[in-house]
T-cell receptor, first 111, second 115 residues
Framework: GEDVEQSLFLSVREGDSSVINCTYTDSSSTYLYWYKQEPGAGLQLLTYIFSNMDMKQDQRLTVLLNKKDKHLSLRIADTQTGDSAIYFCAESTSGTYKYIFGTGTRLKVLA | AAGVIQSPRHLIKEKRETATLKCYPI?????VYWYQQGPGQDPQFLIS???????DKGSIPDRFSAQQFSDYHSELNMSSLELGDSALYFCASSSRLAGGGETQYFGPGTRLLVL
């Protein structure tokens, strides 16, 4: 079945770049998303990328997709303490309309 | 901009009781999804509805049922509650008709605690 994996933890210093990685197994994944979840809060859509794209940049966020290796990454430039949260990648396949979430990466930004 | 609304935000129930969670999608969104997120877990897809019809089904227990109403709001009914049902329940909505059906916008969640 489909599986989406992420590293559990990442710690960076304020001002550095963060790179959160995600691997997935479903080669028919069409859409890949990054969501941010702060403690006790809901899931905030950060960005998404279609499988026919390699890269997408949105202000401080850069998404890279290596479809051959089924690897997705989210780079946050100039990481701030307010970026501390859990980051989930999610994938969906056209026609199914349900998400398979990754295990989540807890990002801790040190001042 | 209007977001997905869920009610109640917090709910405490005892074992074997029933609970009803409500979700009001973003206006003009036609698809609603329900997810369950246990403590320290990633969200798990339960069920979805498109135009008031069940669209996809995930790991939803038989004790749970859901429906989408004519005004597109959805309710998740949970019966014979068990301790393991304690979780954060998210609703999300999207608009398939507008061609954005793949991007889901999540509500703030309902935190259910079963004692």
């Amino acid at each position: 079945g489909e599986d989406v994996e992420q590293s559990l933890f990442l710690s960076v210093r304020e001002g550095d770049s963060s790179v959160i990685n995600c691997t997935y197994t479903d080669s028919s994944s069409t859409y890949l998303y990054w969501y941010k979840q702060e403690p006790g809060a809901g899931l905030q859509l950060l960005t998404y990328i279609f499988s026919n794209m390699d890269m997408k940049q949105d202000q401080r966020l850069t998404v890279l997709l290596n479809k051959k290796d089924k690897h997705l990454s989210l780079r946050i430039a100039d990481t701030q303490t307010g970026d501390s949260a859990i980051y989930f990648c999610a994938e969906s396949t056209s026609g199914t309309y349900k998400y398979i979430f990754g295990t989540g990466t807890r990002l801790k930004v040190l001042a | 901009a209007a977001g997905v609304i869920q009610s109640p935000r917090h709910l405490i129930k005892e074992k074997r009781e029933t609970a009803t969670l409500k979700c009001y999608p973003i206006p003009r969104h036609d698809t609603v999804y329900w997810y369950q997120q246990g403590p320290g877990q990633d969200p798990q897809f339960l069920i979805s509805f498109y135009e008031k019809m069940q669209s996809d089904k995930g790991s939803i227990p038989d004790r749970f049922s859901a429906q989408q109403f004519s005004d597109y709001h959805s309710e998740l009914n949970m019966s014979s509650l068990e301790l393991g049902d304690s979780a954060l329940y998210f609703c999300a909505s999207s608009s398939r008709l507008a061609g954005g059906g793949e991007t889901q916008y999540f509500g703030p969640g309902t935190r259910l605690l079963v004692l």
